[in-house]
């Protein structure tokens, strides 16, 4: 399963670095918002992360115009996804809006693409029967500040298809996550308070945290 192509469904704090994190790492992102204010917003947040990746991540000014290069904003969800591999949704976290955005979603989303929630407070099993494709659905969980935190949690429900629940692992792994797969839903997922650098000084955190 190829993913080349990567819509992330919000344009706030965590969906921006989503959006940015996945750029530089080589895939093309369209970063989808309801609303022109949130695009703005996440176009200002980029225009940070490139001076931030410059100064302070040894990133070259050709790896910066690159990643602008890959990304692009959309107030239209249709258009949006339209060659989407993958969706990573961080709307608001709230059920109800989750629901509505995920039955649009099925409308007008390829056959192929992979929808992932980034929710960090509920289950997927929430989602699952709204989606039109439970079985190519699951949750990747990042935290705030990916680079530094970069654990990507990846938890699907009982109609995930493992194939699909591997493929998430390793694309966590492509854009620069150390992967955390759950296998059990569960809420709350495995909370990560401390930068990775910290927790891998830990022989235990060595052998939990592994990259995927």
Excluded at 99 to 127: C, G, M, Q, R, W
Excluded at 129 to 142: D, N, Q, S, V
Excluded at 181 to 201: F, M, R
């Amino acid at each position: 399963m190829q993913i080349e192509n990567v819509t992330i469904a919000g344009g706030g704090t965590l969906g921006s670095q989503i959006a940015w994190q996945t750029a530089f790492m080589g895939f093309n992102v369209v970063v989808y918002d309801a609303f022109d204010k949130g695009l703005e917003a996440s176009k200002s947040a980029h225009k940070k992360y490139a001076e931030l990746f410059k100064k302070s991540r040894g990133a070259t000014e050709e790896e910066i115009e690159q990643t602008l290069s890959r990304l692009s904003y959309s107030t239209n969800l249709a258009e949006s996804v339209k060659d989407a591999d993958l969706v990573s949704e961080s709307v608001p976290e709230d059920m109800e809006i989750k629901k509505i955005f995920y039955k649009e979603l099925a409308k007008v989303a390829p056959e192929k693409t992979i929808f992932t929630t980034n929710s960090s407070s509920t289950l997927p099993s929430d989602y699952a029967a709204y989606t039109g494709r439970p079985e190519k659905f699951l949750a990747l969980h990042f935290a705030n500040g990916i680079w530094d935190t970069n654990v990507g949690e990846v938890m699907g429900h009982a109609g995930t298809d493992p194939e699909i629940f591997d493929r998430v692992v390793k694309f966590a792994s492509e854009i620069g996550m150390i992967t955390i797969p759950i296998h059990k839903e569960q809420n709350g997922y495995i909370s990560v308070q401390h930068k990775i650098c910290s927790l891998t000084k830990f022989p235990i955190m060595k052998a939990l945290i592994k990259p995927g």
